[in-house]
């Protein structure tokens, strides 16, 4: 009896899982080694396969490299993403905690590969991640802060990308404050009371000031009203020297 022929589906999900492993084995060799250290027969034996069997996935270290850091930031989009869906509340200042939250600690837990990755960048190495899937990244808070000021919640006057700025630079140096203390006898840092300071330093400095708006506006139509009496004086005085 001929064997029966395995479904497509299968095999590719068994490809797939199988680049899965060597990823996450060349992950943990380039934060242990760096880019240049990193031996491809070293990811190889982690990732319990042969080095021949990478090259039928990657043709190059520097391939591997990016594919590994284009799945990490990928990854963390996705996560962000979720995060947002996820939050029940629709009030500006609860989903920037929540996505405050979650950018804090995923610095935290991956601050190896983190920095890693910015030291590509900074070296100018042609495995640099792309700014796309960084943009990708950060555009998760771009479109929160874009819909707090079309709702009314935020200041219309409120510059984006130094918001964003703010945002992520803030949160990432207290990410390394905190984990230094990790690492040594200190106290630990808690990460609650940074996420807190980081909402309500929005809240003060971004948030739409009703009365200030409201001021803003009666000022405007008392001019407007200036503006139409002194047209009318205007129009008087012409019909008298006609």
């Given amino acids: 009896m001929a064997s029966k022929a395995v479904p497509s589906?299968?095999?590719r999900s068994?490809?797939?899982?199988?680049?899965?492993?060597?990823?996450e084995a060349a992950r943990a060799i380039f934060v242990d080694h760096g880019f240049d250290g990193a031996r491809m027969q070293e990811i190889a034996r982690r990732a319990g396969i042969g080095e021949g069997t990478i090259y039928s996935y990657y043709e190059s270290k520097a391939e591997l490299m990016?594919?590994?850091l284009e799945q990490?930031?990928?990854?963390l989009t996705l996560e962000a993403e979720g995060v947002m869906a996820s939050v029940q509340a629709t009030d500006f200042f609860d989903r920037l905690q929540a996505l405050a939250q979650y950018h804090l600690n995923t610095v935290i837990?991956?601050?190896d590969f983190i920095n890693l990755t910015f030291a590509l960048r900074r070296n100018n190495s042609e495995v640099?991640?792309?700014?796309?899937?960084?943009r990708h990244y950060v555009a998760v808070f771009d479109r929160l802060f874009l819909r707090g000021q079309d709702r009314g919640e935020l200041r219309t006057d409120a510059v984006l990308w130094q918001a964003r700025d703010i945002f992520y630079g803030s949160l990432?140096?207290?990410?390394?404050?905190?984990?230094?203390?990790?690492?040594?006898?200190?106290?630990?840092?808690e990460q609650e009371?940074?996420?807190?300071q980081m909402v309500s330093l929005f809240r003060a400095h971004y948030g739409a000031r009703p009365e200030r708006e409201a001021a803003d506006g009666a000022t405007l139509a008392g001019l407007s009203r200036q503006i139409e009496q002194l047209t009318e004086k205007v129009d008087m005085l012409s019909g008298r020297l006609s």
Avoid at 14 to 23: A, T
Avoid at 172 to 189: F, G, N, Q, V, W
Wanted: charged share 40%; no cysteine; proline share 4%.
């Fill in 9 to 11: 589906e299968t095999q």
């Fill in 14 to 23: 068994k490809l797939e899982r199988k680049e899965r492993v060597i990823l």
């Fill in 66 to 68: 990016l594919a590994v």
């Fill in 72 to 75: 990490f930031w990928d990854g």
């Fill in 109 to 111: 837990v991956n601050a």
């Fill in 128 to 134: 640099s991640v792309s700014r796309d899937h960084l």
């Fill in 172 to 189: 990432e140096y207290s990410a390394r404050s905190i984990e230094m203390t990790l690492e040594d006898d200190r106290k630990p840092r």
């Fill in 193 to 196: 009371p940074v996420v807190e």
